[in-house]
């Protein structure tokens, strides 16, 4: 086999050398099995059954929908039911199982792979939609083939390197990186959740590696450069040895940061910011430490709701809160309401598929509009509030009434509460998070109601430069470093301190040590990034003088573009800083 070298976004740092392992995220065994004549029959019986079985599932979930939301809610079941007597399924599957001999998940895969690839071809919206139905109902269908092996990731019991279309969050927060050493995926951008996670548990990752799956055979060697965002497949013997090497010093390299763990955030002339980490997944909170993280910047809760097939009740979320209380201890830890939608999606809670999901039902939208989902959470938190300094923060606020409604129900709950005489912390911090850029605008407005604001840089981009983040053919259009983007972060950093408050953030950038500079320039007081990445983001404010980082803020938000706006943080950084970023 030659080397071959591919091209995608990188996601996370480092360089992971091992075995691909092909992933299915439906987690379907899709290899070819030959049958022996006598097992003709024996298939064809097992695809039946599995085709009379999604059936009964799909007039199941017709009959619910509709005695739950009336009929014309139900024709999306309907349109399922007669997908499923399309001759595709009715015919030639079992006819290519009698003369070709061969097992009815492989059949099922080959006719879909070229299905999908007709449909996608077409123009015609209509068809398109029809393909997605398709899809459902052979989805549904391959696992009542029993074929879908659940929860692979978790099975794994060797060394490998995940190489996948995407990965959903239901499969990132069970990846165990004993045996998970890296992962590319076709889709996604720099802050889509699979990046995000990756980044979280230090693997390194690529993301957009657009037709990558069809690249690599299962078990092929693999090297995935995290840092460049390069793919080697079947390295020859000397490329091998060059990414060994470098491996190592990458490495050495975070090794020897390890020696900033007890020391603070401080620039060489005194300036002191708060260096917390966002938690995506429970494990991280066992790494606190050791990267010496001060605090809980964000708290994502959604990994709660997931693998789950109902929402976790109060109690559950206040045990899982309260472990979150003991494990920081005195040190303060942000938690972030629910914020689903967008790319973390869960069937349960949101039964209607929204044509713009990230424009839609998330968030606090969702929780404001579901108080069955939000009162429940907003309990646990003030309860386990008492065990630790927890503060509360709502995602994407877009209006003042969002936020002022968001209390009201936060001060419903407060009041419960006495009144049943449970402990729980009062006078809880609250905090909004500026995604949105009207939150930005109006961060004046919105500070008269919070404690503080988080900046969320990784929605912030995406819904002011209109670049969706998980889109990997629009990834180039999606730069921190965009004059509009620096212009609000700076709004909103000086609408709190002329209201006497801090201000984080908790989006990627605060995490890309390039940008650090610039932001510390700008008076951020605190930076909440993933675990992995606090000590180099530690590293760079310890070299880089407060007064110089203000110059290079005031000269960043003079310049026209993001190229300018490298070019001074480039020319204007102390040289053993400059070592380490350029
Ligand atoms: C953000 O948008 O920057 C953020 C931190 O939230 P999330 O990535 O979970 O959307
Ligand atoms: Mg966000």
């Known amino acids: 086999m030659p080397e071959k070298v ?35 029959q024996e298939e064809l019986d097992r695809y039946q059954t599995a085709l009379e079985k999604t059936r009964a599932q799909i007039s199941e979930m017709e009959e619910k929908m509709k005695e739950k939301l009336g009929k014309e809610h139900a024709a999306i079941f309907q349109a399922h039911q007669v997908v499923l007597e399309d001759p595709l399924f009715k015919e030639e599957i079992p006819n290519a199982i009698q003369t070709r001999r061969l097992n009815a998940e492989f059949l099922l895969n080959e006719s879909l792979e070229k299905f999908k690839a007709v449909m996608e071809s077409l123009e015609d919206g209509y068809f398109r939609e029809r393909g997605g139905d398709i899809q459902d109902v052979s989805n549904r269908l391959m696992r009542n083939l029993d074929g879908g092996e659940k929860d692979q990731l978790k099975k794994l019991d060797r060394e490998v390197v995940i190489i996948a279309n995407d990965l959903a ?57 995290g840092n460049k965002g390069l793919v080697v497949v079947n390295p020859l013997p000397q ?8 491996k190592e010093n990458y490495e050495a390299f975070q090794k020897s940061l390890e020696t ?19 938690i995506e997944i429970p494990q991280e909170l066992d790494e606190l430490a050791r990267h010496g993280a001060e605090g809980i910047g964000l708290y994502r809760t959604e990994f709660l709701f997931m693998n789950r097939e109902s929402v976790p009740t109060e109690e559950e979320q206040y045990v899982a ?23 973390k999606f869960l069937t349960h809670l949101n039964p209607f598929q929204e044509s713009n999901p990230f424009l839609g039902l998330r968030a606090i939208r969702l929780c404001l509009k579901q108080p069955e989902i939000f009162k429940p959470q907003l309990r646990a938190i003030l309860r386990a509030a008492a065990h630790g300094p927890i503060k509360i923060m709502f995602p994407m606020i877009s209006t003042l009434a969002e936020i002022r409604e968001s209390k009201v129900i936060l001060n419903q709950c407060i009041q419960q509460l006495k009144k049943e005489g449970e402990i729980f912390r009062t006078g809880i911090e609250v905090g909004a998070m500026i995604e949105i850029p009207s939150a930005a605008i109006i961060a004046d407005l919105l500070i008269q109601e919070v404690d503080f604001l988080s900046i969320g840089t990784n929605d912030l981009i995406q819904y002011t430069l209109a670049v969706d983040r998980i889109n990997e053919s629009v990834a180039y259009l999606y730069d921190p470093g965009n004059p509009a983007i620096l212009r609000l972060i700076k709004m909103t950093v000086d609408a709190c301190h002329r209201a006497g408050k801090w201000v984080g953030m908790c989006g990627e950038m605060a995490g890309d040590p390039i940008f650090a500079p610039l932001l510390l320039g700008m008076g951020l007081d605190e930076f909440s990034v993933s675990v992995s990445v606090i000590p180099e ?8 003088p407060f ?12 310049v026209k573009t ?12 102390p040289p053993e800083l400059k070592a380490i970023l350029f």
């Open 6 to 40: 591919f091209n995608g976004i990188p996601a996370s740092g480092g360089i992971a050398i091992g075995p691909a392992y092909l992933y299915h995220p439906e987690g379907f065994s899709i290899s070819r099995r030959n049958l022996k004549a006598d097992e003709v």
């Open 169 to 225: 969050p239901s499969d990132t927060v069970t990846m165990s990186t004993d045996t998970i050493k890296g992962f590319c995926t076709e889709v996604g951008g720099r802050t889509s959740h699979v990046a995000i996670v990756a980044r979280s548990l230090g693997l390194p990752a690529i993301v957009g590696m657009q037709t990558i799956t069809s690249e690599i055979q299962e078990g092929d060697m693999v090297i995935v450069d």
């Open 239 to 246: 490329t091998l040895k060059q990414y060994e090497r470098l």
């Open 260 to 278: 900033l763990k007890g020391l603070p955030a401080k620039t060489p002339d005194g300036h002191q910011v708060t260096l917390a980490a966002n």
């Open 321 to 343: 809160y309260k472990e979150l209380a003991t494990k920081t201890g005195v040190s303060p830890a942000i938690i972030r309401t629910l914020d689903l939608g967008g790319d």
């Open 537 to 544: 983001i530690k590293k760079v404010i310890r070299l880089m």
């Open 547 to 558: 007064d110089k980082a203000r110059e290079i803020a005031l000269a960043a938000l003079q």
């Open 562 to 573: 993001s190229e300018e706006v490298l070019k001074l943080i480039r020319d204007n950084v």
